[in-house]
């Protein structure tokens, strides 16, 4: 009897051994199922070789934009565009480092071009706030300024690039009252801020004080503290008014800013340059 029972348990158990091995996984891939179906969850990824998402620091991207702006001739001011021809200005180069237009238009990351003009009045207006520019400086309005989206691209490397908007006020409008008004500037595409800028106000050069101008400037901007820059050399500008400053850049590099003034327009600048 006692072997009787022992082979019906024997028989039972091996019975439920081959029911769970033919029935076992599919039912717990269900319960499994279950748990995951119609769930959303989020991971996190590395997007460091998507270009434009690429990070740079603020010294970086002054760097690659201010060796972009003198792979090109584009002019600061129309006093300067005016020995050029027009053909001569605007022109996608290659090389090392690239500044061409980006006809393709923003992304969805970037100031669009209907943006762009109320960006700039908010960049106007913290610069007044801070001292850099002039209180007096109007407002831009997108009937009286031509707004042109480009991109800054250090070629060997295309991630490292800087989308710039730069706005100039129209050519129609050359003939006009330029007083307090902003002539030519260079904005972030992506955080709005004002890299280079040309204004004409009713300051003169005794007024400005470069060093503090410098000071609030890099602030605004995010930048390491500038340094002197001590191989002036007075052939590199077109005025006596003028002073330069050196920021650090990648691998040791470095980018010139220079604060400077034409006397007769009244315009004063802010450019970088290598």
């Keep these: 009897m006692k072997q009787f029972i022992l082979n019906l348990a024997l028989l039972a ?7 769970v091995s033919i029935w076992g996984p599919e039912t717990l891939a269900v319960y499994k199922d279950r748990a995951v ?3 959303i969850r989020t991971r996190e990824e590395e997007t460091g070789g998507e270009g434009y998402r690429y990070r740079l620091s603020a010294n970086e991207k002054l760097y690659i934009l201010s060796q972009c702006l003198n792979s090109q001739s584009v002019p600061g001011t129309e006093q300067i565009s005016q020995t050029r021809e027009e053909q001569d200005l605007y022109q996608e180069l290659t ?3 690239a500044f061409v237009v980006n006809h393709n238009g923003p992304s969805g990351q970037e100031i669009t071009d209907e943006e762009i003009y109320g960006t700039a009045n908010d960049g106007i207006a913290i610069l007044k706030e801070q001292g850099i520019l002039p209180d007096t400086i109007k407002e831009v309005q997108s009937n009286s300024y031509e707004a042109t989206l480009y991109s800054a691209i250090d070629v060997p490397e295309p991630r490292n690039n800087v989308a710039v908007w730069k706005l100039s006020l129209l050519g129609s409008l050359q003939n006009a009252n330029k007083e307090n008004r902003l002539i030519d ?3 972030d595409a992506d955080d709005g801020k004002i890299y280079e800028f040309y204004v004409r106000s009713q300051l003169k050069w005794e007024d400005i004080d470069p060093d503090a101008l410098i000071e609030r400037w890099s602030t ?3 930048l390491t503290a500038p340094e002197a820059y001590e191989n002036d050399n007075p052939l590199l500008e077109t ?3 003028y002073k330069k400053y050196v920021f650090s850049g990648p691998g040791g ?14 315009e004063l ?3 970088i340059s290598k």
């Design 220 to 222: 605004y901007m995010g």
């Design 269 to 271: 600048f802010l450019k």
């Design 13 to 19: 158990l091996t019975a439920m051994v081959v029911f």
């Design 95 to 97: 090389g090392t480092y």
């Design 253 to 266: 590099d470095r980018t010139v800013v220079t604060i400077g003034f034409y006397d007769g327009i009244n």
């Design 37 to 39: 179906l119609n769930q």
């Design 239 to 241: 005025t006596p008014y």
């Design 185 to 187: 500037a260079y904005i």
